[in-house]
């Protein structure tokens, strides 16, 4: 059966998730509070109703999943609407601002036996996925360190920091490769656009293993960046999504415990170019098919959530 799907939220990002939903599910409804942004999507998907009440569309009962890409501080609250009304939930990253609030998402979803999918577009990128290989395989060795680079000019943001709008993003890769909690997590920003938005924000966290991540995260850059790095014992990997073709890079560059540098070749291994946002759509409708691990992909959405809220609170503190 394909799932009768409804998104709600379509300025800037939800019309790429209608666009998907409408070829690999059944679109039945757009929803938006603002009539400048629905008529556009409602005149080139009549097929779909439209409605400027989200409430309208949840009272659907044979609508079977929502999809929710409106702004952050709306997400939980919307979420718990939909897993209440029965629907499978796809949101938006990050799924919620505090971690009760995610955790009270997740067990909705798991009570009612329903798909609770944070947006984590990143996590479907065939790169992300190569990088999780080389570490899971050992080829890179212990993994050491791990960090990431997302920096450009704009898109400055007034309702979101660069930590809730960029970080998230990678920090859900840094999470999906250690595969562990942080212990601890501290970040340190400056805003210098929007009073209390931060547009500049370093963070660190340490792991229990002894591992340790670092994100540079900003909007106000000269260079464009897209990067993540994985330092490994034996082996060293850099995800660089501002590349057309070497997405992903594997250095032979190691030191060994005498301090001996050594230095080899250089891997460009392929990686397919499958559209992540494609496939993350479909990993959505996949779940409610009933493939994959459902808990998972929800408890994987909390870990982010928690370590955003250690973070946000060492930011503000
Ligand atoms: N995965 C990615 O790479 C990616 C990229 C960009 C944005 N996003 C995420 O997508 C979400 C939306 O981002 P955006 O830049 O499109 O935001 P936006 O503010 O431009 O648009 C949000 C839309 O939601 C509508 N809206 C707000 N509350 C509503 C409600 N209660 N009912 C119905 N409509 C409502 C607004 O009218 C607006 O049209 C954010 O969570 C953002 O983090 C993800």
């Not at 080829?139 to 007034?158: A, F, K, M, Q």
Request: aromatic share 6%; charged share 25%; glycine share 6%.
């Amino acid at each position: 059966m394909t799932p009768r799907t409804g998104v709600v939220g379509l300025n800037y990002w939800g019309p790429n998730l209608v666009r998907n939903f409408d070829g690999l599910a059944e679109l039945a409804w757009l929803c938006d509070l603002d009539d400048a942004h629905l008529q556009p999507l409602a005149a080139r998907f009549p097929h779909a109703r439209a409605t400027n009440d989200f409430a309208e569309m949840l009272a659907d009962e044979t609508l079977d999943a929502v999809v929710i890409a409106t702004p952050v501080p709306t997400h939980y609250a919307l979420a718990k609407q939909a897993l209440e009304a029965g629907k499978h939930v796809f949101v938006e990253k990050p799924p919620a601002m505090r971690a009760v609030e995610i955790d009270e998402l997740v067990q909705l979803a798991d009570d009612g036996n329903r798909v609770l999918m944070p947006g984590h577009l990143l996590l479907y990128h065939p790169a992300v996925l190569k990088l999780k290989e080389l570490v899971a395989s050992g080829e890179l060795g212990d993994v050491l360190c791990v960090y990431g680079n997302r920096v450009n000019l704009g898109i400055v943001r007034s309702n979101e920091n660069a930590l809730w709008s960029l970080g998230v993003h990678d920090l859900s890769v840094i999470l999906y490769l250690l595969d562990e909690d942080p212990d601890f997590a501290t970040a340190q920003g400056s805003w210098s656009i929007h009073e209390g938005v931060e547009d500049v924000v370093f963070c660190f966290l340490r792991f229990p293993s002894g591992k340790i991540a670092h994100m540079h995260l900003s909007w106000l850059d000269p260079h464009k960046m897209r990067k993540m790095t994985v330092v490994g014992r034996e082996k060293m990997a850099v995800f660089d999504d501002m590349e057309p073709e070497r997405k992903v890079t594997v250095y032979e560059k190691r030191a060994d415990s005498s301090g001996a540098i050594a230095s080899g070749d250089i891997h460009i291994p392929k990686v397919a170019t499958t559209e992540p946002l494609r496939l993350e759509c479909e990993y959505f409708l996949e779940l409610i098919d009933g493939k994959h691990d459902r808990a998972k992909v929800a408890q994987d959405g909390a870990r982010v959530v928690r370590a955003l809220e250690m973070l946000t609170n060492s930011l503000s503190g």
